[in-house]
């Protein structure tokens, strides 16, 4: 289990995501943590060992990336995974057959996906509610409900949900709730200081950053849920290799500075997309006309760089993707790139089109990953693609 230093909490968040989890290599003074590329760890002799064994339950890089992601979060615990689904997997995974959950109607597709084909097939039992409205939260728990899972903001539809009031609710249930904080990384948004028991990440997004690789993130301050995520996570082996392990924490050095810009240039193409189309088709909490903006100025610090953008149907939508020249269509997020994707038909293509149509993903949706670069830029590129539209 990979507990986190404690002396890196004295430290802010920018410092500790350069810093926390990390210390000279104590062999050669190296002051990056070496890519431990190895399987398995030689043993003075039966028993003996320096504790490390065989590399699917740990390997010195992947601590330092877990001891780091946790140093973010204000967490005790960091796991780190081959993908955000490897990670989901391994939480999944402390259900039982006959076990309920709640979970958010508006989630990652993939993560619909993994709850509703695989995990009802093995008898865990889901509702999927509306969790702007907290209470249609309570009246969904049941006898068995053992855990909540939030999204906030949703992917692609920017709704919020109150992270302190649904963990309230999971808490007097006997349940847990679990926060996929992927969107707003641990810069702007901190569950567990609202009562969240694990916060997981796709660190293929934010965290990393650069587009480059896929790895997953869960963390907790719960000992008992620790020992649960370590045994999933070494039972089902989604682990990550210590190149991705090492490119990540290369990643999270600048996870403050990055996360501020995208917020600053999420903020700027939010207004520009408001002040074209009319605020009504814009969706991006940091907007006053956004009907959660209160609950976001509440509970995350910053807004963030991820903009969905209604342009009224599929054609429309497919002249600004191919018009636009510095946001490259693809699916993903959070990378310093700046990104645009058609939800319905590519990140939310595995959710039903009855279901998309519910809970409001149209054909003519647009989400943009607002990346890092100069924002005039992304504006004038904004402009070209949407003329006459
Ligand atoms: C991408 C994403 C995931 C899935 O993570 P992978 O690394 O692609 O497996 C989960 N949640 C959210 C919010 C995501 O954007």
């Known amino acids: 289990m990979t507990k986190i230093f404690a002396e890196d909490l004295a430290q802010r968040v920018g410092t500790r995501a350069i810093h926390a989890g990390q210390r000279p290599d104590p062999t050669s003074g190296a002051i990056m943590p070496p890519i431990y590329q190895t399987s398995t760890y030689a043993q003075e002799a039966l028993g003996v060992n320096k504790g490390y064994e065989y590399a699917r339950g740990k390997n010195p890089t992947r601590e330092a990336l877990e001891r780091n992601v946790a140093a973010l979060e204000n967490a005790q615990h960091g796991f780190a995974f081959s993908s955000g689904m490897g990670c989901l997997t391994s939480i999944m995974l402390m259900l039982r057959a006959g076990d309920h959950i709640i979970v958010g109607s508006n989630v990652y597709g993939g993560t619909y996906r993994q709850m509703d084909k695989l995990f009802t097939n093995f008898g865990v039992e889901i509702s999927w509610i509306d969790m702007r409205d907290v209470q ?34 999971a808490h007097k249930a006997g349940a847990i709730s679990i926060v996929d904080n992927t969107f707003a990384s641990p810069i702007l948004q901190a569950p567990l200081a609202l009562g969240a028991d694990i916060v997981w990440h796709s660190s293929t997004k934010y965290l990393n950053g650069h587009s480059d690789l ?56 939010a207004a520009w997309f408001a002040k074209r189309l009319g605020a009504e088709r814009v969706f991006y909490p940091g907007l006053e006309s956004h009907p959660q903006h209160e609950l976001a100025k509440r509970q995350m610090s910053g807004f963030g760089g991820m903009v969905s953008v209604e342009t009224g149907s599929k054609a429309n939508a497919n002249t600004v993707v191919t018009r636009l020249k510095l946001f490259t269509l693809a699916e993903s997020l959070g990378g310093v790139e700046s990104l645009v994707c058609q939800p319905a038909g590519m990140t939310h293509a595995s959710v039903e089109p009855a279901r998309r149509a519910e809970i409001g993903i149209t054909d003519g949706l647009l989400r943009f990953s607002v990346g890092v670069e100069d924002v005039e830029d992304l504006l004038e590129d904004l402009d070209q693609a949407f003329k006459g539209l």
Not at 143 to 165: C, G, H, S, V, W
Not at 245 to 258: E, M, S
């Open 136 to 169: 249609k939260v309570q009246d969904a728990v049941k006898k068995n409900t053992r855990a909540i899972f939030i999204e906030t903001p949703t992917n692609p539809l920017m709704q919020l949900a109150d992270i302190k009031a649904i963990s309230d609710i």
């Open 214 to 269: 896929l790895g997953g993130v869960a963390v907790t301050n719960s000992d008992e849920l620790a020992a649960k995520l370590q045994f999933n996570a070494n039972s089902a082996g989604a682990v990550p290799g210590p190149m991705d392990a090492w490119l990540t924490l290369r990643g999270t050095k600048t996870l403050a500075l990055r996360v501020k810009a995208h917020d600053a240039n999420g903020r700027a193409v």
